[in-house]
């Protein structure tokens, strides 16, 4: 097992690599001079130039790079355009909103879009089928946006039951988690109905049955482990998009997160800022997707043997 978590992890670095390229390529090409930006718009060409050279933009873009990944390898990320605050600093202090944001709502999309899935499979082509699926559509067609609005309109202000926005209690995460996470229910209800089906069709559910297993132990203990990979499949992939996706989820409900940062940075053109932020999401979602080839290993030993040759 050490040696197939080894190797997936070396398979990372060139990837890490080729990202980082793309994203400080990216960063350069949008219109605009950072230096200008933080020169003001009554600057001179002098002041501007001078900015330009203490933050190194005079210098050709290939030793632009290897400065910042230099810095970068060191835990330097730079400082910000706006505030002249280290990044790091930034991102650690809106860090926790965040990812509390996103294990809230993968939490409650993973169980319920599970059990969602389960019963449509077991319930197939009756009511708690159709009405199960209805769930799953509807989830999945809402825009997040006009999702949250809705929730804010009739919890916070109709009802008064939690609060518009902020997280400074546990109530707070919850609207945000349940705007954030009803796409994901719905999509992993979908899949698992999909790939429960497949495995109840399978010689070996033939067997257990006629074994005398009652149907709880076939479909929780033997369908249901065969199931998951495509389950997980889908878990790992969305919660990588979960810790990009939560910007209008931040903005809506005025969570003082990374999602919310990123939005600033990108009105003000905090270019440092946002380049920490693209890298940062791009980094989590590369070791969610590695987290889910190592569960692959526990699920399938066959997986993992097929990885070490």
């Known amino acids: 097992m050490a040696q197939y978590v080894l ?142 609005l809705l929730l804010i309109q009739l919890f916070s202000v109709q009802l008064g039951w939690l609060p518009t926005g902020g997280v400074d209690s546990w109530e707070g995460y919850v609207l945000p988690s349940i705007t954030l996470g009803a796409g994901i229910m719905s999509m992993l209800a979908r899949f698992s109905r999909a790939s429960l089906l497949e495995s109840l069709k399978q010689d070996y559910i033939r067997t257990g049955r006629a074994k005398g297993l009652n149907e709880r132990a076939v479909v929780w203990g033997h369908a249901m482990k065969n199931s998951m990979i495509s389950v997980i499949t889908v878990a790992g992939l969305q919660f990588g998009f979960l810790l990009g996706g939560s910007v209008i989820v931040e903005t809506v409900f005025s969570i003082p997160g990374l999602g919310r940062l990123l939005i600033d940075s990108i009105a003000f053109r905090d270019y440092t800022v946002i380049q920490a932020e693209l890298l940062l999401f791009a980094v989590e979602f590369i070791l969610v997707n590695l987290l889910v080839d190592v569960l692959y290993g526990v699920l399938n030993p066959k997986i993992r043997l097929s990885g070490q040759n």
Do not use: C
């Open 7 to 148: 190797k997936r992890l070396v398979a990372v670095i060139p990837i890490l690599f080729i990202v980082s390229v793309l994203i400080f390529l990216f960063i350069h090409l949008i219109p605009g001079d950072p230096a200008r930006l933080v020169a003001g718009k009554e600057a001179t060409l002098e002041d501007i130039s001078r900015i330009q050279a203490e933050l190194g933009l005079d210098k050709p873009l290939w030793e632009q790079y290897f400065i910042y990944m230099s810095h970068l390898l060191q835990g330097d990320l730079g400082q910000s355009l706006k505030t002249g605050q280290p990044v790091t600093e930034m991102l650690a202090s809106r860090m926790m909103p965040t990812i509390w944001l996103t294990i809230f709502s993968m939490g409650w999309a993973l169980l319920i879009g599970i059990v969602i899935g389960v019963i449509s499979a077991t319930k197939r082509n009756r009511w708690p089928d159709y009405l199960s699926m209805l769930t799953a559509v509807s989830g999945i067609s809402v825009p997040p946006f006009w999702l949250g």
